[in-house]
Nanobody, 127 residues
Framework: VQLQASGGGLVQIGDSQRLYCATSGRTRSFGTLAWFRQPPGKEREFVAA????????YYGDAVKGRFTVSRDNARTAMYLQMNSLKSEDTAVYYCAASARSFIMTGPYSFANEYDYWGQGTQVTVSS
C-alpha cells in the first residue's frame, strides 16, 4: 500500500486549497482514510477522516465547517477541500489509511490507529 499526498503550497488568509491523496496497492483493505497535520513545533493532530466503504465523514473541531474530506468514486483517491484558511492551518498535512472502519465513537482521531502513511505536503497560510 502506498499513499502520496500533494497539493500543498503558499496561500493567503481566507483562500482555499485542495489537497490530494493518491492511493495504490491493496486499497480494498482500507477501512478508513484520514488527514492529519503537524503545525511547526507542535504534535500531529487529527483533521478529518472518511470511511472508505460508505463515505461517512468525521472532522476535527478546528476545521469543522471549513474543510471537507471526500473520495473519488473509484476509491483510489482522497481529497481535502480547505476553505477560509487561517494562519493556524499552517502545517505539514499527511494522509493515512487504516484497515479498520471506524464508527462515530471509534478512535478515528488517533494517529496510532492508522497503518499506512504518506509523505507530508506543506501548507503555509500567510497574511
Amino acid at each position: 500500500v502506498q499513499l502520496q499526498a500533494s497539493g500543498g503550497g503558499l496561500v493567503q488568509i481566507g483562500d482555499s486549497q485542495r489537497l490530494y491523496c493518491a492511493t495504490s496497492g491493496r486499497t480494498r483493505s482500507f477501512g478508513t482514510l484520514a488527514w492529519f497535520r503537524q503545525p511547526p513545533g507542535k504534535e500531529r493532530e487529527f483533521v478529518a477522516a472518511i470511511r472508505w466503504g460508505d463515505g461517512r465523514r468525521y472532522y476535527g473541531d478546528a476545521v469543522k465547517g471549513r474543510f471537507t474530506v471526500s473520495r473519488d468514486n473509484a476509491r483510489t483517491a482522497m481529497y481535502l477541500q480547505m476553505n477560509s484558511l487561517k494562519s493556524e492551518d499552517t502545517a505539514v498535512y499527511y494522509c493515512a489509511a487504516s484497515a479498520r472502519s471506524f464508527i462515530m465513537t471509534g478512535p478515528y482521531s488517533f494517529a496510532n490507529e492508522y497503518d499506512y502513511w504518506g509523505q507530508g505536503t506543506q501548507v503555509t497560510v500567510s497574511s
